[in-house]
């Protein structure tokens, strides 16, 4: 049996630690109350600013001439000579002489058809002559004769006519004759720019037979696509609008005036687009930003303009409401009238004031008059939950 030391020695240091454990716990402060506070979202806010707007429509093309020529040969002949503009992307002004044709078979011709009317008109004036005598023989012998009026045949007027015909016939060989010899100088209808060139020094040509085409410099005009629904932002449906046309031009952007000056009046059956023509004059007058037939260009049409009008993220608008953030820092939804909607953008023109703050983060649970704070509120604590969500 154990000794009564061995038990009131263990119950001795249990009670021991007991009270020292009691002492301890009478010691202990309990912890200092502090205030509740309340975390508002935190929100951003951006400022809106009412202007009157542009309700331009973007497009593009490519710059074609307005007029392009094919030349071909009206004569026969062999090419005797060729100009040095006459080569690919030469220039050259109206009038000027590309090509020529051997002349020497139509000078031949000229010559002939011009003695042929040197004949037909010595006929002519003979007959005249002959045919005015036999008028006055007439007169003369008419007062013993029994029929008073003389026989057409008597006084020479089929002959007359006959040597009249003639000689008409003979103007029209020298005409002919003439036009077939200018006809052997190629020469430029206007001025252009010389896309190709398929003949050379020596060829032979007949009838038809092409020499090249020419792109005329007078005019420039770019095809613009446009969505039907967008001509509705372009008053008299883009006609006689003004277009900024850009391109990139030896690296740096360039930018050109034109007008609309027509539109093709059709839907285009494959791209369900309305085609609108810009025309920019003398393309290539200026030798610093010249207007290459062939470029790609960036388009922005001159729209309708808007009064007291706002441009706003389309996604910071639901069921057509913006979140405003009113002078209290409360939120309030404002209804909106959307005119327009574009490359992300929404236009509106009712619904806004200016100066108005535009809640531009996102909300987990928006509510009319949720009390908020923006960067610049006096409330600042490390333990902030944020209610902006990233998108």
Known sequence: ????????????????????????????????????????PLVQAAPITISDMRLNVESYGIVKPKYTTELVAQ??????????????????????????ID???????????????????????????????AKKEWQRIKNNANETIPSELYLRKPQLAEKLARYKAAQASVKRAKRNLERTYIKAPYDSIIESRVVSLGSVVNPGSKFGILNSTSVAE???????????????????????????????????????????????????????????????????????FGAYLNASIEGALVENAIQVPQHLIKDNKVAVLNDDLTLSFKGVNI???????????????????????????????????????????????LALKEE
């Open 1 to 40: 049996m154990a000794s009564k030391k061995q038990i009131l020695l263990p119950l001795a240091v249990l009670a021991g630690g007991v009270a020292v454990f009691i002492g301890l716990s009478s010691m202990k402060q309990a912890p200092e109350k502090k205030p509740e506070k309340i975390i508002h």
């Open 75 to 100: 004569v026969s002949g062999q090419i005797i000579e060729l100009s040095d503009k006459f080569v690919k992307g030469g220039f050259v002004q109206q009038g000027d002489i590309l090509a020529r």
């Open 103 to 133: 002349p020497n078979d139509y000078e031949a011709a000229l010559i002939e058809a011009e003695a042929s009317l040197a004949q037909a008109s010595s006929a002519l004036e003979i007959e005249q002559a002959q045919a005015h005598v």
């Open 222 to 292: 770019i095809r613009l696509p446009v969505a039907d629904h967008e001509l509705q932002y372009l008053p008299q449906q883009g006609v006689d609008a003004n277009v900024a046309l850009t391109a990139q031009v030896a690296g740096k952007t360039v930018t050109w005036q034109g007008t609309v000056a027509r539109s093709e009046g059709v839907i285009d059956q494959r791209s369900r687009m309305t085609y609108l023509v810009a025309q920019i004059p003398q393309p290539y007058s200026d030798s610093s930003k010249q207007l290459r």
């Open 339 to 385: 005119i327009r909607e574009t490359n992300g953008m929404a236009i509106i023109d009712q619904g806004l004031t200016n100066g108005a703050q535009i809640i531009t983060s996102a909300l987990e649970y928006p509510t009319e008059g949720m009390q908020l704070r923006t960067d610049d509120s006096p409330i600042s604590s490390p333990e902030t939950q």
